[in-house]
């Protein structure tokens, strides 16, 4: 698991690190990509990213925020960002989810939505890349909270989280293939 916190580590500080710098997109798509990856070290045999997705951020992202969207609303804001960098998804033009719109820095989100009220016509949700990112930070906090009182649910995470990419010092691959 030592492998896990230290991605899990540079996955949180690289958010921060855009979010810092003002690379809005690539913020985002870690975020989403973020969300993506704690969502899938719990997901049910079969079941599709969507489905685990809904499911982690109703469970562990919205708690203790007063988000105007749905999970599902930033799934789609998901899809979209990963797949073309737009607010727009397939579920957004199929009238499934909202669209989400971010405000960040010094920006006030209810500036923008009170923007989007005198445009009119614009259905979308706003929110502040600040409270994604402390969202997301303490979703996994709770996530992991949840997990390490559960033994069962701990040993089903600790073996997913065991997938993912690890790193080794060179000089071990060049001694074992010294022997």
Request: net charge neutral; glycine share 6%.
């Amino acid at each position: 698991m030592d492998a896990f916190y230290r991605h899990m580590i540079d996955l949180v500080e690289s958010i921060e690190d855009c979010h810092t710098k003002g690379r809005i997109l690539p913020c985002l798509v870690l975020l989403y990509t973020g969300i993506d990856v704690m969502a899938s070290l719990e997901s049910i045999p079969g079941e599709r990213t969507q489905s685990s997705f809904v499911r982690w951020v109703d469970t562990y992202f919205l708690n203790g925020y007063n988000f105007p969207c749905t999970a599902l609303d930033l799934y789609a804001a998901r899809c979209g960002i990963l797949h073309t960098f737009t607010p727009d998804s397939r579920l957004y033009r199929e009238g499934k989810a909202k669209r989400v719109a971010y405000a960040w820095g010094t920006a006030d989100v209810n500036s923008l939505e009170m923007s989007r009220r005198k445009l009119g016509g614009y259905d979308f949700s706003s929110v502040h890349l600040r409270d994604l990112i402390d969202a997301f930070r303490n979703a996994v906090a709770n996530q992991l909270h949840d997990v390490e009182a559960h033994p069962e649910r701990n040993k089903q995470f600790k073996k997913a989280a065991r997938l993912w990419f690890a790193q080794m010092d060179p000089a071990i691959v060049n001694n074992y293939l010294a022997i």
